[in-house]
């Protein structure tokens, strides 16, 4: 709706998931390295656990979309509110196996033949488990048995559990101490820092073909307080914020409009107060004597890029000016430190080519 008006080629802040606009930082680096490295070896049960909204399913997405289609191979159930009969049939089918016989029996045996033939040509198979947390102790117990095929020292089947935090909790439940015995690897991804926040705006606006983003600083700061750096929250506020400004033809998006969204959201827990209601406050007179105001300092280096700077960019709107310039640093490296000692994780990020913008 307001794409043209904001001179963009695709609406920035979609809710469906879409791996063009992933956002990385330290920790998407992390888990994206951690995926990518068990699953190539066959490493058997992983889990990715986070609160809602944080890019989950976006992660997995990049994840799968990067993966040599050649190599790979991949059941994905999104649903997982089913029987066991029904798990097991719909793991087959989106396998491509859509024979599938009637008893249990026949569909376990044509489902290890599957994986030991695959195995045979040098294929991995993922089965991939969204909104895992929903899942029950049959149906868990059920995947761990899925688990169990082997060939030799080799798992013939990854299973991926991607859920929110109670996953971790399910799996700390005494009677599935033998499932969580199996995990190999566990990650997990946490909402944005707040420093991160403005950066995840730009850099969507700049994946939707824009310049420099129309917020004020106002706005950002309360896109930050009422999102709590939750990247679903983020893209609601901003889209809703977007929208009451188009109504205004307004070329920058104010502190008003991203208040309105949020109370629309129900973010808020009364509505905010309209401008007019606020009394103005008048400005101190000036000292005779006023000090020097220091100019502020200029934007470090892009982190991992030696004698590059940040310059900034002049924010303009279908030609006008906006807001405060951005300039992004390296979104892979914000978190980094040339000193700091790196993670596993963060060294597999670099031996898989996770190193620079992907």
């Known amino acids: ?52 909204g944080v890019g989950k399913t976006t992660l997995l997405a990049w994840v799968l979309q990067k993966l040599p289609s050649d190599k790979v191979q991949l059941s994905v159930i999104l649903n997982p509110t089913l029987t066991r009969e029904e798990f097991l049939e719909l793991a087959l089918l989106d396998f491509g196996i859509t024979d599938v016989p009637a008893s249990k029996a026949q569909r376990l045996w044509k489902l290890q033949n599957f994986l030991v033939k695959s195995r045979e040509e040098g294929k991995v198979n993922v089965l991939v488990i969204d909104e895992a947390h929903k899942l029950d102790y049959e149906l868990l117990e059920e995947i761990r048995l899925l688990g169990n095929m082997e060939y030799g020292d080799e798992k013939l089947i990854q299973i991926l559990l991607l859920g929110q935090r109670e996953l971790d909790d399910v799996l700390n439940q005494p009677d599935l101490w033998q499932l969580k015995q199996r995990i190999s690897v566990r990650l997990s991804i946490g909402a944005l820092s707040i420093d991160e926040v403005e950066y995840y705006i730009q850099h969507r606006w700049s994946v939707a073909g824009g310049a420099t983003h129309p917020f004020t600083p106002e ?15 983020i893209n609601s506020i901003c889209d809703n ?7 205004e033809e307004s070329l920058s998006v104010k502190v008003g409009y991203v208040d309105s969204a949020a109370w629309n959201l129900r973010l808020m827990e009364k509505p905010p107060v309209p401008a007019a209601a606020i009394p103005a406050v008048h400005a101190a007179p000036a000292p005779a004597n006023p000090v020097a105001v220091h100019a502020a300092p200029a934007a470090p280096a892009l982190a991992g890029v030696a004698g590059a700077s940040s310059p900034a960019v002049t924010p303009a709107v279908n030609g006008h000016s906006t807001g405060p310039s951005v300039a992004p640093p390296n979104m892979i490296d914000l978190n980094a430190s040339a000193t700091r000692k790196r993670s596993f994780w963060l060294r597999w990020a670099d031996k898989l080519g996770l190193s620079s913008d992907v």
């Open 1 to 52: 709706m307001y794409t043209a008006f904001y001179n963009l080629q695709k609406k920035p802040f979609s809710m469906t998931p879409d791996p063009s606009f992933l956002y990385i930082t330290k920790q998407h680096r992390e888990a994206l390295a951690g995926l990518t490295y068990a699953v190539l070896d066959r490493k058997g049960f992983l889990v990715l656990s986070g609160v809602a």
């Open 219 to 233: 706005a950002i700061a309360h896109v930050k307080k009422w999102s709590k750096g939750i990247p679903r929250l």
């Open 241 to 247: 914020a977007l929208t009451l400004a188009l109504a």
